[in-house]
């Protein structure tokens, strides 16, 4: 009894240090040199010792990745893997519980329109990534329609829609969608399964994470996400998962382009970010100080 009172005491104090991760990170981020990352980075992920990242739409097919210890030393040098499948709008990308796959979320969808959403999924074995074994996972939201896109109203040539998507995870069988909600500044949870072919995403929950979503990575029980405000403020936030309750935002203290990328990094138990280059502002990658 009392070695199962600890265990349980042990558990919530491990959860702990995750939440309070989360809320420090808003203070404790630093940029470090990072050369040659992708310009618009759109994602992150770790398998192994390797960190991967891609570039948003209208860039080469590639995967870029550098070495996870060379990150924190700051002399980490990316280098790009092309593959077939073309990059119409990547927002995203991830890998599952058993590292077997990398994923590349192909759904970013701005005006409301594509009828081509999908997931790419791709073998790799160690960090060897199987290029001519390509998977599409392809789906359509249940609650979609033109005629829904063409009622919702126009900003700056932009239809306020809640169709749009920049992150995903995967869990057991299945690849859960979050969504980037235009017209309501929510974020609508979709699910579909983790197999080849045409599927229809059901729609199992919904949160308001109070900023626009575009990366997210879960950690336990919980789902981490960063994202921004439309007045650019930038935050990482947080929700149980599979409740979608107990939201959390924090402001981050740094006002980069756009952060688009958050990852877990299991061994060193800590978050890495990742932002985009726009104007005057240069891609980065940040860890915790």
């Not at 990352?37 to 770790?46: A, F």
Request: hydrophobic share 35%; aromatic share 10%; glycine share 6%.
């Amino acid at each position: 009894m009392k070695l199962s009172i600890k265990l349980y005491l042990l558990s919530l104090a491990l959860l702990s240090f995750n939440i309070i991760n989360a809320q420090q990170l808003a203070t404790k981020l630093k940029e470090v040199n990072s050369h040659g990352i992708p310009k618009e980075t759109s994602g992150l992920c770790i398998i192994n010792s390797t960190l991967f990242s891609i570039n948003d739409s209208g860039n080469p097919s590639e995967i870029w990745s550098t070495n996870i210890d060379s990150v924190y030393a700051g002399t980490s040098v990316w280098r790009p893997f092309k593959i077939s499948a073309k990059n119409i709008d990547w927002e995203a990308i991830e890998t599952d519980e058993l590292k077997s796959h990398i994923y590349i979320g192909d759904f970013g969808n701005n005006k409301g329109k594509r009828q081509d959403l999908k997931v790419i999924k791709i073998p790799i074995n160690g960090n060897i990534i199987q290029k001519d074994s390509l998977i599409n996972i392809e789906f359509s939201y249940e609650d979609y329609s033109l005629e829904k896109i063409e009622k919702c109203i126009s900003v700056k040539g932009r239809k306020m829609h809640n169709f749009d998507c920049e992150a995903f995870w995967i869990a057991d069988s299945s690849i859960y969608l979050f969504t980037k909600n235009w017209e309501n500044r929510e974020c609508n949870v979709y699910q579909i399964p983790n197999i080849g072919g045409k599927h229809i995403a059901k729609k199992v929950g919904q949160f308001d994470p109070g900023m626009l979503i575009t990366d997210c990575v879960k950690v336990d029980e919980t789902l981490y996400y960063c994202g921004y405000t439309i007045t650019g403020n930038q935050f990482i936030g947080s929700v149980k998962w599979g409740s979608w309750e107990n939201c959390t935002r924090k402001k981050l203290n740094i006002r980069p382009a756009q952060f688009e990328g958050i990852t877990w990094d299991e061994i060193r138990q800590d978050f890495i970010l990742s932002s985009e280059s726009r104007k005057s502002q240069k891609e980065s990658l940040f860890i915790r100080n």
